[in-house]
């Protein structure tokens, strides 16, 4: 078993960091590998003797940026205080490596305990929402920190049933469809990112993260990911455009109120989502005690999990077929052979000229130019139906186009105001400048703000 024990090269920190001695390996991942350490006895007093520490790929220390943010996330994620988060201890580096010390969870992940059940009943799903939502809003709250990464790998269920919430203060990297880096967009999988991260826009408030829950919700309720028999860029598509089954049709002992929190939970416009987590929790709080939630309120069709279709009208009995009216009696009358021979002669008789080829050609013709106005009418609704669709796809993309334009033309417009009131201070000016162009890179403003930062840039002292 090979262990380590280096030298703190950082200033700062407790010195949880500095006594440690790494033992094996817990798991390894794109950020890194987590190991199991041992607190040596000078640790600072309060410090468990055993804790995780996760030491960070070589391959981010050559991105200056990524490292501002780790260090910024990590030591930001180090003053929460929440049961229901996996404390974040120190980070700092040691020997050359970025380490951060984490507080030692004693549990399963919710997958493996997935794996072995299949599906958790309503009231965990119930007690795991409301844990890891209270987690997400005191982080958000105290600190403005976002966790990027909600699934079930990082929910564990520790002993006495305590939910920890795991990896909060983890800077990361993704890439789009095309394969290009997104320096900006939070990395996930992407069967728990919500639709807008999927187009490349940046997470800056907690509405990401309520879309997440809700996907690792709807996991844990049916057993299946969302869209998990997609992988990749294809998952990103679903999430814009396709949609998920109704829960309680996977899971028939689901109540309605839980699915509509999903349904909430799961709007494909984050402006339909839970605004912060207080109507969340309050929901679920409520469904808990046997009440109904009163913030699970979305129209249809505007959430990646559709709803089922209506039930029957009231007093109709399914399969039942509707009686049949009895045929009105008429009276027999007895008829003379000649009479007989008479009516049988009409019945049988039909006019000469109903069975020429000529008639017999025009009915054949009628009936095809009815079936060909059929299924004219058939593919103009069609195709009607697909540009309605294209259409509304359009309008939707230009809104959060049109909502990231306008707001980065305000946050430029602070940015130019400073820049009047305040010529002196030339790296405050550069850092507003900066923030707006990283924050809307995409856009026509932001790309003016990097513009006007390189200028002032310029003006710096050497």
Same mark, same amino acid.
């Given at each position: 078993m090979s262990t380590h024990r280096g030298k703190i090269l950082s200033v700062g920190g407790h010195g949880v960091l500095r006594s440690m001695e790494l033992r094996e390996p817990l798991g390894r991942g794109t950020m890194g590998t987590v190991y199991v350490a041992r607190v040596h006895s000078e640790a600072p007093p309060g410090t468990p003797s055993r804790i995780a520490v996760r030491v960070l790929s070589s391959r981010f220390h050559r991105d200056p940026s990524f490292m501002s943010r780790f260090y910024a996330d990590a030591t930001a994620a180090n003053r929460l205080q929440h049961p229901n988060l996996v404390?974040?201890? @120190?980070?700092?580096?040691? *020997?050359?490596?970025?380490?951060?010390?984490? @507080?030692? !969870? /004693? #549990? $399963?992940?919710? $997958?493996?305990? =997935?794996?072995?059940? #299949?599906?958790?009943? /309503?009231? *965990?799903? +119930?007690? !795991? #929402? +409301?844990? !890891?939502?209270?987690? =997400?809003?005191?982080?958000?709250? &105290?600190?403005?920190?976002?966790?990027? $990464? +909600?699934?079930? &790998?990082? +929910?564990?269920?520790? $002993?006495?049933?305590? !939910?920890?919430?795991a990896d909060i203060g983890l800077a990361r990297n993704v890439t789009n469809e095309a394969g290009h880096s997104l320096p900006h967009a939070p990395v996930s999988d992407p069967h728990y990112t919500a639709p807008e991260l999927t187009m490349g826009a940046r997470a800056q408030d907690c509405q990401g993260d309520i879309y997440a829950l809700g996907a690792t919700l709807y996991h844990l309720a049916t057993g299946r990911k969302s869209f998990g028999d997609l992988t990749g860029p294809k998952v990103f598509m679903q999430q814009r455009e396709g949609w998920l089954p109704w829960a309680r049709e996977l899971n028939p002992a689901l109540s309605h109120g839980f699915c509509a929190i999903l349904e909430k939970m799961l709007g494909r416009d984050p402006h339909d989502r839970y605004i912060g987590y207080e109507a969340l929790i309050a929901d679920l709080k409520t469904l808990s005690e046997g009440g109904r939630p009163s913030a699970a309120a979305i129209e249809q069709g505007r959430s990646v999990m559709a709803r089922s279709k209506r039930p029957p009208a009231a007093g109709a009995v399914p399969g039942a077929t509707p009686k049949k009216r009895p045929a009105t009696a008429r009276p027999i009358v007895a008829a003379t052979s000649a009479e007989a021979v008479q009516m049988a002669a009409k019945v049988h008789h039909h006019p000469a000229w109903m069975t020429t080829p000529v008639v017999i050609a025009a009915w054949v013709m009628v009936f095809v130019l009815i079936i060909a106005c059929l299924l004219a009418y058939v593919y103009r609704v069609n195709k009607q139906q697909l540009l309605d669709e294209d259409a509304a796809s359009s309008m939707h993309q230009r809104q959060l186009e049109d909502a990231a334009d306008a707001a980065a033309t305000k946050k430029l417009a602070d940015a130019d105001d400073y820049a009047k009131r305040n010529p002196s201070d030339v790296a405050g000016i550069v850092d507003r400048y900066e923030r707006v162009g990283e924050f809307y890179f995409t856009t026509t403003a932001g790309r003016s703000a990097q513009d006007e930062a390189k200028k002032w840039r310029a003006k710096l002292p050497k």
């Open positions: 404390r974040v201890l @120190e980070v700092a580096e040691v *020997s050359g490596r970025h380490c951060m010390a984490m @507080e030692l !969870v /004693e #549990g $399963d992940t919710l $997958d493996k305990l =997935l794996a072995r059940t #299949g599906k958790l009943a /309503e009231p *965990s799903l +119930i007690g !795991v #929402g +409301i844990a !890891v939502a209270g987690a =997400l809003r005191t982080a958000w709250l &105290q600190v403005r920190l976002l966790h990027h $990464d +909600i699934r079930p &790998q990082n +929910i564990f269920m520790a $002993d006495g049933n305590v !939910v920890k919430l």
